[in-house]
Every structure is written in structure tokens, then in C-alpha cells.
Nanobody, 125 residues
Framework: DVQLQASGGGVVQTGGSLRLSCAAS????????VGWFRQAPGKEREGVSC????????YVLDSGKGRFTISSDSGKNTAFLQMISLKPEDTAVYYCAALYGLGDCRTRMRWVRAWGQGTLVTVSS
């Protein structure tokens, strides 16, 4: 059974940092690409970042470039989203997901095999 569990959210001040973790069970990242998404209050869910071991593709949304870094552990079953220089507009519930399908990981963000539960990130001004 493909499952993911996200953690690491919290409350930080503007300019602060957080590292989100996503623990996978029932699969490794050789099987599926991994993506991070977020949903802010009153807004649609958007793709934040992803990576794929199968083709080496990575993606970070424009507003996160230079601030967000996606990575995984050597066991390929825990993914991380390191976020620095956080801004109030980064406030959202963050979700990790296992991605399937063809193409680079950004393309595969359209097809989610399984979602982790969300973890809330609040950036205070």
C-alpha cells in the first residue's frame, strides 16, 4: 500500500526556515516521483517542487527558486523540502505526493498516485 506522511510544518517569522519531511511506505522513490504541493487559504492547490530518480528531473516553482530545495535520503524513502527566507505568502498547508505517469516530474505532478496528509506552514510578518 502506497502511503506518505508529511511533517515538519510550524510557525516561523518572515525570513525563517523550515524543513519538511515526507516519509514513504510501501514504495521507494525508484518506483514513483515525489512532489510537494501547497494550498493556501482560499486558493487552489499548486505544485511547489518535485524530483524523479528515474530521469533525474527536478522542479521548483518560480517563487521558490533560490529558497526551496528538494532532496531525499539515501534510502530513497524520505523526501525533504528545505525552505529558507520564508515569506508570508508561503503560508499554506503543504502536501507530499507520489507521482506516476510519463515525462519529467513536473509533468507527472498532474497524476498523483497517493497523497500524504498536509502539514501547516505559517509565516508571520
Amino acid at each position: 500500500d502506497v502511503q506518505l506522511q508529511a511533517s515538519g510544518g510550524g510557525v516561523v517569522q518572515t525570513g525563517g526556515s523550515l524543513r519538511l519531511s515526507c516519509a514513504a511506505s510501501g514504495f521507494t522513490f525508484d518506483d514513483f516521483a515525489v512532489g510537494w504541493f501547497r494550498q493556501a487559504p482560499g486558493k487552489e492547490r499548486e505544485g511547489v517542487s518535485c524530483f524523479s530518480y528515474s530521469d533525474g528531473s527536478t522542479y521548483v516553482l518560480d517563487s521558490g527558486k533560490g529558497r526551496f530545495t528538494i532532496s531525499s535520503d539515501s534510502g530513497k524513502n524520505t523526501a525533504f523540502l528545505q525552505m529558507i527566507s520564508l515569506k508570508p505568502e508561503d503560508t499554506a498547508v503543504y502536501y507530499c505526493a507520489a507521482l506516476y505517469g510519463l515525462g519529467d516530474c513536473r509533468t507527472r505532478m498532474r497524476w498523483v498516485r497517493a497523497w500524504g496528509q498536509g502539514t501547516l506552514v505559517t509565516v508571520s510578518s
